[in-house]
């Protein structure tokens, strides 16, 4: 019995030591992935040819082209084992002119900031003129009904819930009067439909952002823009004072039938398993009201950084790692969709996708859509990612271009950088290259790939 004892405790203790020696590996891993980036990352001169160089890039646009060929030429510098375009066709939407709006109360003029929805259709050349009704949800347009919707411009003016620490709460729980706002006020006979912009603060930036018409024939379709928050406030304490107030809109965007683009992708070979796929990625198409620095050229160009940090670091993956641009995220998420069914057709094993979709900002964890088995490896990273504050690891949400290679086998993940500011500046004007903080990008990337090296070299469960 004794020597049964010792034996045991001999094993347990060349476990621990090995389980120790196996921590310190991946520490000094982690550690010399983050000096790489901080020290001698690539991610923000990336970022700032895509912003300053290429600036907005809508699908469908001349500028959406310019990043395809710019980032197919950077990721064919990092002698990756194979880089190449993948053809998705995609929509075409164009802004037109600058948009204009004002509301007219006792013979004085306010204008107000607004922009156009992504696939509104144009006011006539000359605007559009009418009362205005505003509601604060679908449900009480519902309850108004055609006798005081009809003929009007309806103005939903639900703000963000600013008592929510998980600011994309806020955002999902108004977002709906963005998306069907106009497909459902056209029900009631509505002309035109003016949103409160998705944004946390009181600024002049209206917030753009995607919209549907749902199966609305064409000559039922009404105008749809956004006006910032404080163009909203405006309005509606005038509102208070004159419910007969008008209300003028000008915009003359159109739909155009739907271009060739491509998906960008690079891809390193596996050791081990070649034939079983990671990918890491971000959408390379941004609205076209700024130049779409946080939203999504960070998230890009952090995944870019993925694969070239584990280059300098010598480490060679047991899985293919591909980092794959998607394009068409914002308006149709075309490439995403594309991505999946090209990965069915050619049968290809995907184990692991992580999409950084949330901005540039200081990373403070991941989110998993994945089994328990898979949660509870990660969670006992924590000690490994808690030096570097990157240590909230939740169940739940992913990333909408990764969405579609969901199924069983796969761990889907996203990077969550503290979100706070994210709304600021999320589909507006100011969205732009300056608005992103060099250091922060950069330990955005480290952490990515941080996570892609643990995954790879301990694999699913």
Not at 214 to 233: F, K, N, W
Not at 254 to 268: C, R
Not at 287 to 314: F, I, P, Y
Request: overall charge negative; hydrophobic content about 40%; aromatic content about 10%.
């Amino acid at each position: 019995m004794k020597f049964q004892a010792r034996l045991l405790s001999l094993c347990l203790l060349l476990t621990a030591v090995s389980f120790g020696q196996t921590q310190t590996s991946d520490s000094l891993m982690l550690r010399n992935i983050y000096d790489l980036a901080l020290l001698n990352g690539q991610s923000y001169s990336w970022l700032e040819h895509i912003s300053n160089e290429i600036g907005g890039r809508l699908s469908g646009s001349p500028e959406a082209e310019q990043a395809v060929k710019y980032t197919e030429q950077e990721l064919r510098k990092l002698g990756l084992d194979s880089v190449w375009l993948q053809p998705v066709m995609v929509p075409k939407w164009v802004r037109g002119e600058k948009e204009t709006a004002y509301f007219e109360t006792a013979g004085s003029k306010t204008d107000l900031q607004i922009c156009a929805l992504g696939g509104s259709v144009a006011t006539a050349v000359s605007g559009l003129k009418a009362e205005v009704v505003e509601v604060q949800s679908l449900d009480a347009l519902a309850a108004l009904g055609k006798e005081v919707i009809e003929g009007k411009i309806v103005f939903y003016n639900r703000p963000m819930q600013a008592e929510l620490i998980n600011t994309f709460a806020a955002y999902g729980g108004c977002v709906d009067q963005r998306y069907a706002g106009a497909m459902e006020a056209a029900k009631y006979g509505a002309v035109g439909v003016i949103v409160r912009s998705m944004n946390l603060r009181l600024d002049d930036y209206p917030h753009t952002g995607s919209m549907s018409y749902g199966d609305l024939s064409p000559d039922q379709r009404i105008p749809a823009a956004a006006v910032s928050t404080l163009g909203a406030e405006a309005l509606s304490a005038a509102l208070q004072n004159d419910a007969d107030l008008k209300l003028t809109i000008k915009q003359s965007c159109e739909t155009f039938p739907d271009v060739q683009s491509y998906n960008v992708i690079g891809q390193i070979t596996g050791t081990e398993r070649p034939n079983e796929f990671f990918v890491v990625g971000g959408h390379l198409d941004s609205w076209d009201t700024g130049d779409g620095s946080h939203d999504d050229g960070a998230g890009c160009v952090q995944s870019m950084e993925v694969l070239r940090l584990l280059q300098k670091a010598n480490y060679k993956p047991k899985h293919s790692l591909r980092v794959v641009l998607f394009m068409n995220e914002e308006n149709g998420l075309r490439g995403g969709r594309a991505y999946a069914e090209a990965a069915t057709k050619n049968k290809e094993t995907h184990v692991f996708a992580l999409e950084s979709d949330a901005g540039g900002f200081s990373p403070r964890g991941f989110s998993f859509d994945t089994d328990q088995a898979n949660y509870e490896q990660v969670l006992s990273w924590n000690t490994l990612f808690e030096p570097y504050l990157v240590h909230s690891f939740t169940r739940g949400g992913s990333g909408a271009d990764i969405g579609p290679l969901k199924d069983d086998g796969i761990v889907l993940c996203g990077l969550r950088p503290d979100s706070q500011r994210y709304f600021d500046y999320h589909h507006a004007p100011n969205d732009t290259f300056d608005a992103i903080n060099k250091r922060e990008l950069e330990l955005g990337a480290a952490a990515m790939a941080s996570l892609v090296y643990l995954f790879d070299k301990y694999g699913i469960k």
